[in-house]
């Protein structure tokens, strides 16, 4: 079924005095042009401006009740049609909402079946490569065909391999080579992920080198404390074994122990604590 209007009849012309309206109305007009009023006439004025809106309005209400009049068919006929479109869009609406979701499960299933191949090619990059990271939107376009997805994945894990090895080149240190992967893998979507990457080895490498400066420069310090300290102790357990040594016979053992910073401070404290006296094997 089709909408068949009937056709219509051109209008005719509007027909009204217009040429003699107007060379009336061009005459009033200059008569005022060059009226100048005073004082005395000021009400003269107010009565000719009163006649003048008079006349313009009289003008506009007879434009709009023309104007009604020829429209009165088209108002009727678009208030019909109005109608005609609610009751399609009934039908529109539900027709939607069915297509909607066959073309959303099309894309469900799409995405699955990438998601799937992308499972069996992600290899040893399963912990660390996320497939919400590397997924395209795009890709779900019907325009966009599944083996060319493929190949786009197939594409980035043999850049992955290369730039891993790019990085295991640069980073051997096993933690610093941990915390680098990291950063690639949560910056794989950008194509210039390699160079921020390296840009960030560079960075770590930096900030290592300085932590090593200042821990070199801290070496001395921190030997100079132990020694005092020792020296400190030492005369403390010599003082306190004074009337020890006069009353006791002490034996001497000799023997090697391999400690840290504080193990060292650990067994100061035990051989201070039980007087036992302690010091260097020459």
């Known amino acids: 079924m089709e909408l068949k ?86 039908a529109v609406e539900n027709v939607d909402v069915q297509v909607k979701d066959y073309e959303q499960k099309e894309k469900d299933n799409k995405r699955a079946e990438i998601l799937n191949y992308f499972t069996g090619k992600v290899g040893k990059y399963k912990d660390v490569l996320n497939f919400d990271k590397i997924f395209n939107q795009k890709w779900l376009n019907k325009t966009c065909k599944i083996n060319d997805i493929k190949k786009e994945i197939d594409t980035l894990i043999a850049r992955i391999d290369t730039h891993m090895q790019i990085i295991d080149g640069q980073v051997k240190d096993e933690n610093m080579n941990t915390e680098i992967r990291r950063y690639y893998f949560e910056h794989i979507a950008d194509e210039n992920v390699l160079t921020f990457t390296m840009a960030q080895i560079q960075k770590i490498k930096e900030e290592n080198k300085k932590i090593n400066i200042l821990k070199q420069e801290e070496i001395p310090k921190v030997t100079e404390e132990l020694v005092n300290n020792e020296k400190n102790s030492q005369n403390i357990v010599e003082n306190e074994q004074k009337s020890v040594n006069n009353s006791q016979n002490l034996t001497q053992i000799d023997f090697r122990v391999w400690v840290t910073t504080e193990q060292i401070k650990a067994l100061k404290l035990f051989l201070i604590e039980n007087h036992i006296k302690y010091g260097r094997v020459v």
């Open 5 to 90: 209007v009937e056709e219509i009849k051109a209008l005719e012309p509007i027909k009204f005095n217009y040429e003699e309206l107007k060379k009336w109305l061009e005459e009033k007009v200059k008569n005022y042009k060059n009226l100048v009023y005073t004082d005395e006439n000021i009400g003269t004025a107010k009565s000719d401006r009163a006649d003048l809106n008079k006349l313009k309005k009289a003008l506009n209400d007879e434009k709009i009740r023309i104007k009604k009049t020829y429209l009165t068919p088209y108002d009727v006929f678009e208030t019909k049609i109005k109608e005609l479109i609610g009751i399609v869009d009934i």
